[in-house]
């Protein structure tokens, strides 16, 4: 049906074929080529009484010169000469042709925008790798942060020796975060510049270094290793969701689709609610540590300020990547598909009328169509900040009175339960995002193309408060400085009931009946619908409760190798692009796919990487200089995880060293006391130099 899109545009003769009237004119003096021939889709439908159903879209190739009225006019004309179809098919009249789309305003100004940015972030790594060879103060800089190790500084001062310096631990804990070093009564100061503070935030070099930079010590390194696993998860969802389109055996995937293993695509929406478990998890973690920090404890600053931190840290990114699918992404890639999706209504010409919804994190209510949805995959990020929304006055119940802010969880949760599963019952709506369980409407008021459950963050909301309820549990150990003792019977029970509650939510449903709405009847739709995410959410948080209290082993030590650690910090903005490459690759084929597991894989692991590299991009040219221009004032440039939604927090080591209390207000941890001795050792070096 789609004919051969190349071979068609690859028609082209002599220039002076363009003019009618130079027809015989010596066309072998000319060497200019021009196409000849173009492609267009013409889109037949089916007249049935007072209703019409559209036909696949038929491919034609012919002169240039004809334009879509004319291909219209020409296959109404095939059409009648067939006495059948004489009456009840006929054009649709949205014939659509292979041809450049009009320059946008918005699209110069989105590149202007980018390429500024790229033009800075170069410019301020040629003069970082400058300053970091001849000007010192770059040194000194590295070393207020911490960020100076034993051996570069040996390495850039030679005759100094470490083993000169004192090394009592109430010497180390004394130094100051201001490169001051006290010799005989006087103390020098070196004041670092502004320009290499600012000329750091935008460096790609240093911002390379931010993303490899090891986990700061205490971090739950184990949950880089679940974020990555779980986005994996989606993208693989995601090929064969928006793949079943381009798959010529669409029905054979159907059927696949009903098997064993392959519940585990099909449920490939429990990786999202893992981001939320995550993203209630960190966030309660992070407020609840910032509140105990806090110079008053019952001071509402941390919390009202987390709201600013929280629209920072997600809004920039989230804007460029926007205003890259509005106005870039239409004049990417060409073929048959992207015509049939113009044809159709371009899903990015949907963000021109509701792109303010996505910045106000409202898009999964707004608009109530989901087809016209801006960027439809994010919706993630409006129901997260939703709940996250609610987060801080839960927060506040929890510190004022622990009892009533638990009940209070409790309360939430069970509201989200009855929710999901009473929209079930109601609408007997669909459990899957593929629809293989058809709808049983229950209620007539069910709209067809609207999403109760699947978007709302009363579904996410089940993970999120499991999430928070786990920080609570943290956040209590921790400060109560207690450590559960290790009971193997507590290893053997906790990790049963986690298979068995991830088994249920991820292969129910192939046991619940996938074949037609008949086997899967409303009551066993309810009891799935009620049951699933909360199992998963507890299967999950026990890994995450084993992982910090060694009843993990294996799986701890799998989830905290380093590889995960860049590939997380990377996770935010692979989310953002990854459905524009897995849009962009599909739109660029020249005919349908056959689907099969080799084939699906294939297309997964070429766009793992083919994302992870365009997010290394963002990473470094948008995300992070943005996120360090807010903390350029702050001690410690490798604080890449504060304030994220993807973050880890932080906890207390198992085993604390035994350190001599240190004097004034400075925490006496490894990094205060190594960046002390890296100020003492620089200082002390400009000092002799002078």
């Known amino acids: 049906m789609l004919g051969a899109y190349d071979l068609c545009l690859e028609i082209k003769g002599n220039s002076s074929y363009k003019d009618p009237d130079n027809w015989y004119e010596d066309p072998e003096n000319s060497t200019e080529l021009v196409q000849l021939a173009n492609y267009c889709l013409v889109r037949l439908e089916l007249v049935v009484g ?47 042709c292979d041809e450049p789309i009009p320059p946008q305003k918005g699209t110069t100004a989105t590149l202007i925008l980018l390429g500024g940015l790229a033009v800075i972030c170069l410019f301020a790594t040629a003069v970082h790798l400058l300053a970091r060879t001849f000007d010192h103060r770059y040194w000194l800089w590295h070393a207020q942060s911490g960020l100076v190790v034993r051996q570069e500084i040996t390495q850039i001062q030679p005759k100094l020796s470490v083993e000169t310096l004192p090394q009592t631990e109430r010497q180390l804990s004394e130094a100051s975060d201001r490169c001051e070093l006290p010799t005989g009564g006087e103390s020098v100061k070196v004041k670092v510049p502004g320009y290499i503070k600012l000329v750091l935030c935008f460096s790609i070099v240093e911002n390379t270094n931010r993303l490899l930079a090891p986990s700061a010590p205490g971090q739950m390194d184990y949950l880089n290793g679940i974020r990555v696993l779980s986005m994996w998860w989606v993208m693989l969802g995601h090929v064969h969701h928006l793949g079943a389109t381009f798959f010529g055996n669409r029905g054979e995937l159907v059927e696949l689709m009903k098997g064993f293993p392959q519940q585990l695509i099909l449920n490939a929406n429990l990786g999202v609610d893992t981001f939320f478990l995550l993203s209630g998890l960190v966030m309660t973690y992070s407020l609840l540590r910032k509140v105990e920090h806090s110079r008053y404890k019952r001071c509402a600053a941390p919390l009202l300020l987390s709201y600013v931190r929280r629209l920072y840290r997600l809004t920039p990114l989230y804007g460029a990547i926007l205003l890259v699918y509005m106005y870039v992404v239409p004049y990417l890639g060409g073929g048959p598909f992207t015509i049939l999706i113009r044809q159709e209504g371009s899903p990015t010409e949907s963000c021109k009328n509701y792109w303010w919804t996505n910045l106000l994190y409202v898009s999964n209510f707004l608009p109530e169509q989901k087809d016209k949805m801006c960027m439809n995959w994010t919706w993630f990020l409006s129901a997260d900040m939703q709940l996250f929304m609610l987060t801080p006055p839960v927060i506040a119940v929890l510190i004022k009175c622990p009892k009533l802010g638990m009940g209070l969880l409790g309360a939430l949760l069970t509201a989200c339960i009855v929710a999901v599963s009473g ?50 549990l943290l956040a209590k150990r921790r400060s109560n400085s207690s450590k559960i003792r290790w009971n193997i019977g507590i290893f053997v029970f906790g990790w049963a009931i986690s298979f068995v509650l991830a088994y249920f939510a991820i292969f129910g449903l192939y046991y619940g009946g996938l074949d037609t709405p008949v086997q899967m009847t409303l009551s066993r739709r309810w009891v799935y619908a009620a049951l699933a995410r909360p199992a998963w959410a507890v299967a999950i948080g026990w890994v995450i409760f084993a992982c910090q209290f060694d009843y993990g082993f294996a799986v701890k030590s799998f989830l905290s190798q380093r590889i995960w650690t860049p590939l997380s910090r990377l996770t935010y903005a692979a989310f953002l692009i990854h459905f524009i490459i897995l849009q962009s690759y599909f739109t660029s084929l020249r005919a349908m796919l056959n689907y099969s597991t080799y084939e699906a894989l294939s297309i997964f692991f070429s766009q793992v990487v083919a994302v992870y590299a365009v997010a290394y991009l963002a990473f470094v040219v948008i995300e992070m200089p943005l996120r360090q221009l807010g903390r350029i004032n702050s001690q410690s440039t490798y604080e890449t995880n504060e304030d994220d939604d993807v973050t880890t927090p932080t906890t207390t080591p198992t085993t604390t060293p035994t350190t001599t209390p240190n004097k004034g207000n400075t925490p006496n941890t490894p990094g205060n006391r190594s960046r002390g001795l890296a100020d003492r050792l620089f200082n002390r070096a400009k000092k002799g130099e002078n």
């Open 50 to 96: 007072n209703n019409t159903s559209p036909l696949p879209p038929l491919a034609t190739c012919l002169p240039k010169s004809c334009s879509p009225a004319d291909v219209d006019k020409l296959m109404l004309a095939i059409v009648h000469s067939i006495n059948y179809a004489k009456d009840k098919v006929r054009p649709a009249g949205n014939t659509a």
């Open 423 to 472: 929209l079930v019952t109601i609408y007997g709506l669909p459990l899957t995002v593929m629809d293989l369980q058809a709808s049983l409407p229950t209620s007539e008021a069910l709209k067809f193309d609207y999403d109760y459950n699947y978007d709302k963050p009363w579904l996410g909301g089940i993970n999120y408060i499991v999430g928070m309820a786990l920080a609570v």
